[in-house]
């Protein structure tokens, strides 16, 4: 079971970084936190991988994930932070996002679902907190149905 959980884990990783060249990798640098965000459809993962990080994949799901490391230290380690959000439709119509903190080994990740249509462009404004500055960090990402 450890071994399946470890080559699911690499998978993600690998999916990830993957992910973030293939689309350009998106950061921003707000005060002392390097902020690496993307969002992407769910059905790019695999359901092994789904279900191990508990995404529900479908057509019309997307997956926002943040990962939020420290500028003013040596090596930028990973933080934890308090993170939330709320994602906006171009009709105007909000929804709560709400992140869920993975941790693997020494990378920490923060995972939020958002449901959209064909075509759709969701705006996503988010507040991170790391118990010594928030920071705001707004992006927006177009979703299509595969």
């Given amino acids: 079971m450890k071994t399946s959980i470890i080559k699911l884990f690499i998978a993600f990783s690998l999916s990830l970084f993957l992910m ?6 998106n950061m921003k640098k707000l005060g002392n936190m390097n902020v690496h965000y993307m969002a ?3 059905t790019f993962f695999t359901p092994e991988i789904a279900k191990v990080y508990g995404i529900t994949r479908s057509r019309y799901n997307g997956l926002i994930n943040i990962s939020v ?9 990973s933080k934890t932070v308090s993170i939330t959000g ?5 009709l105007g119509q909000f929804k709560d996002l709400e992140f869920k ?7 920490i990740y923060y ?9 759709e462009t969701i705006h996503f404004d988010i507040m991170i907190n790391d118990g010594k500055e928030k920071q705001q960090l707004k ?3 177009t979703f299509y149905v595969d």
Avoid: C, M, R
């Fill in 20 to 25: 973030s060249n293939v689309s350009a990798e």
């Fill in 101 to 107: 903190e993975v941790k693997e080994g020494g990378a």
């Fill in 86 to 90: 709320k994602a906006k439709n171009n």
């Fill in 69 to 77: 490391l420290d500028n003013s230290q040596k090596n930028t380690p």
């Fill in 139 to 141: 992006f927006s990402q």
């Fill in 111 to 119: 995972l939020a679902q958002v449901n959209y249509s064909n075509e």
């Fill in 40 to 42: 992407i459809g769910s």
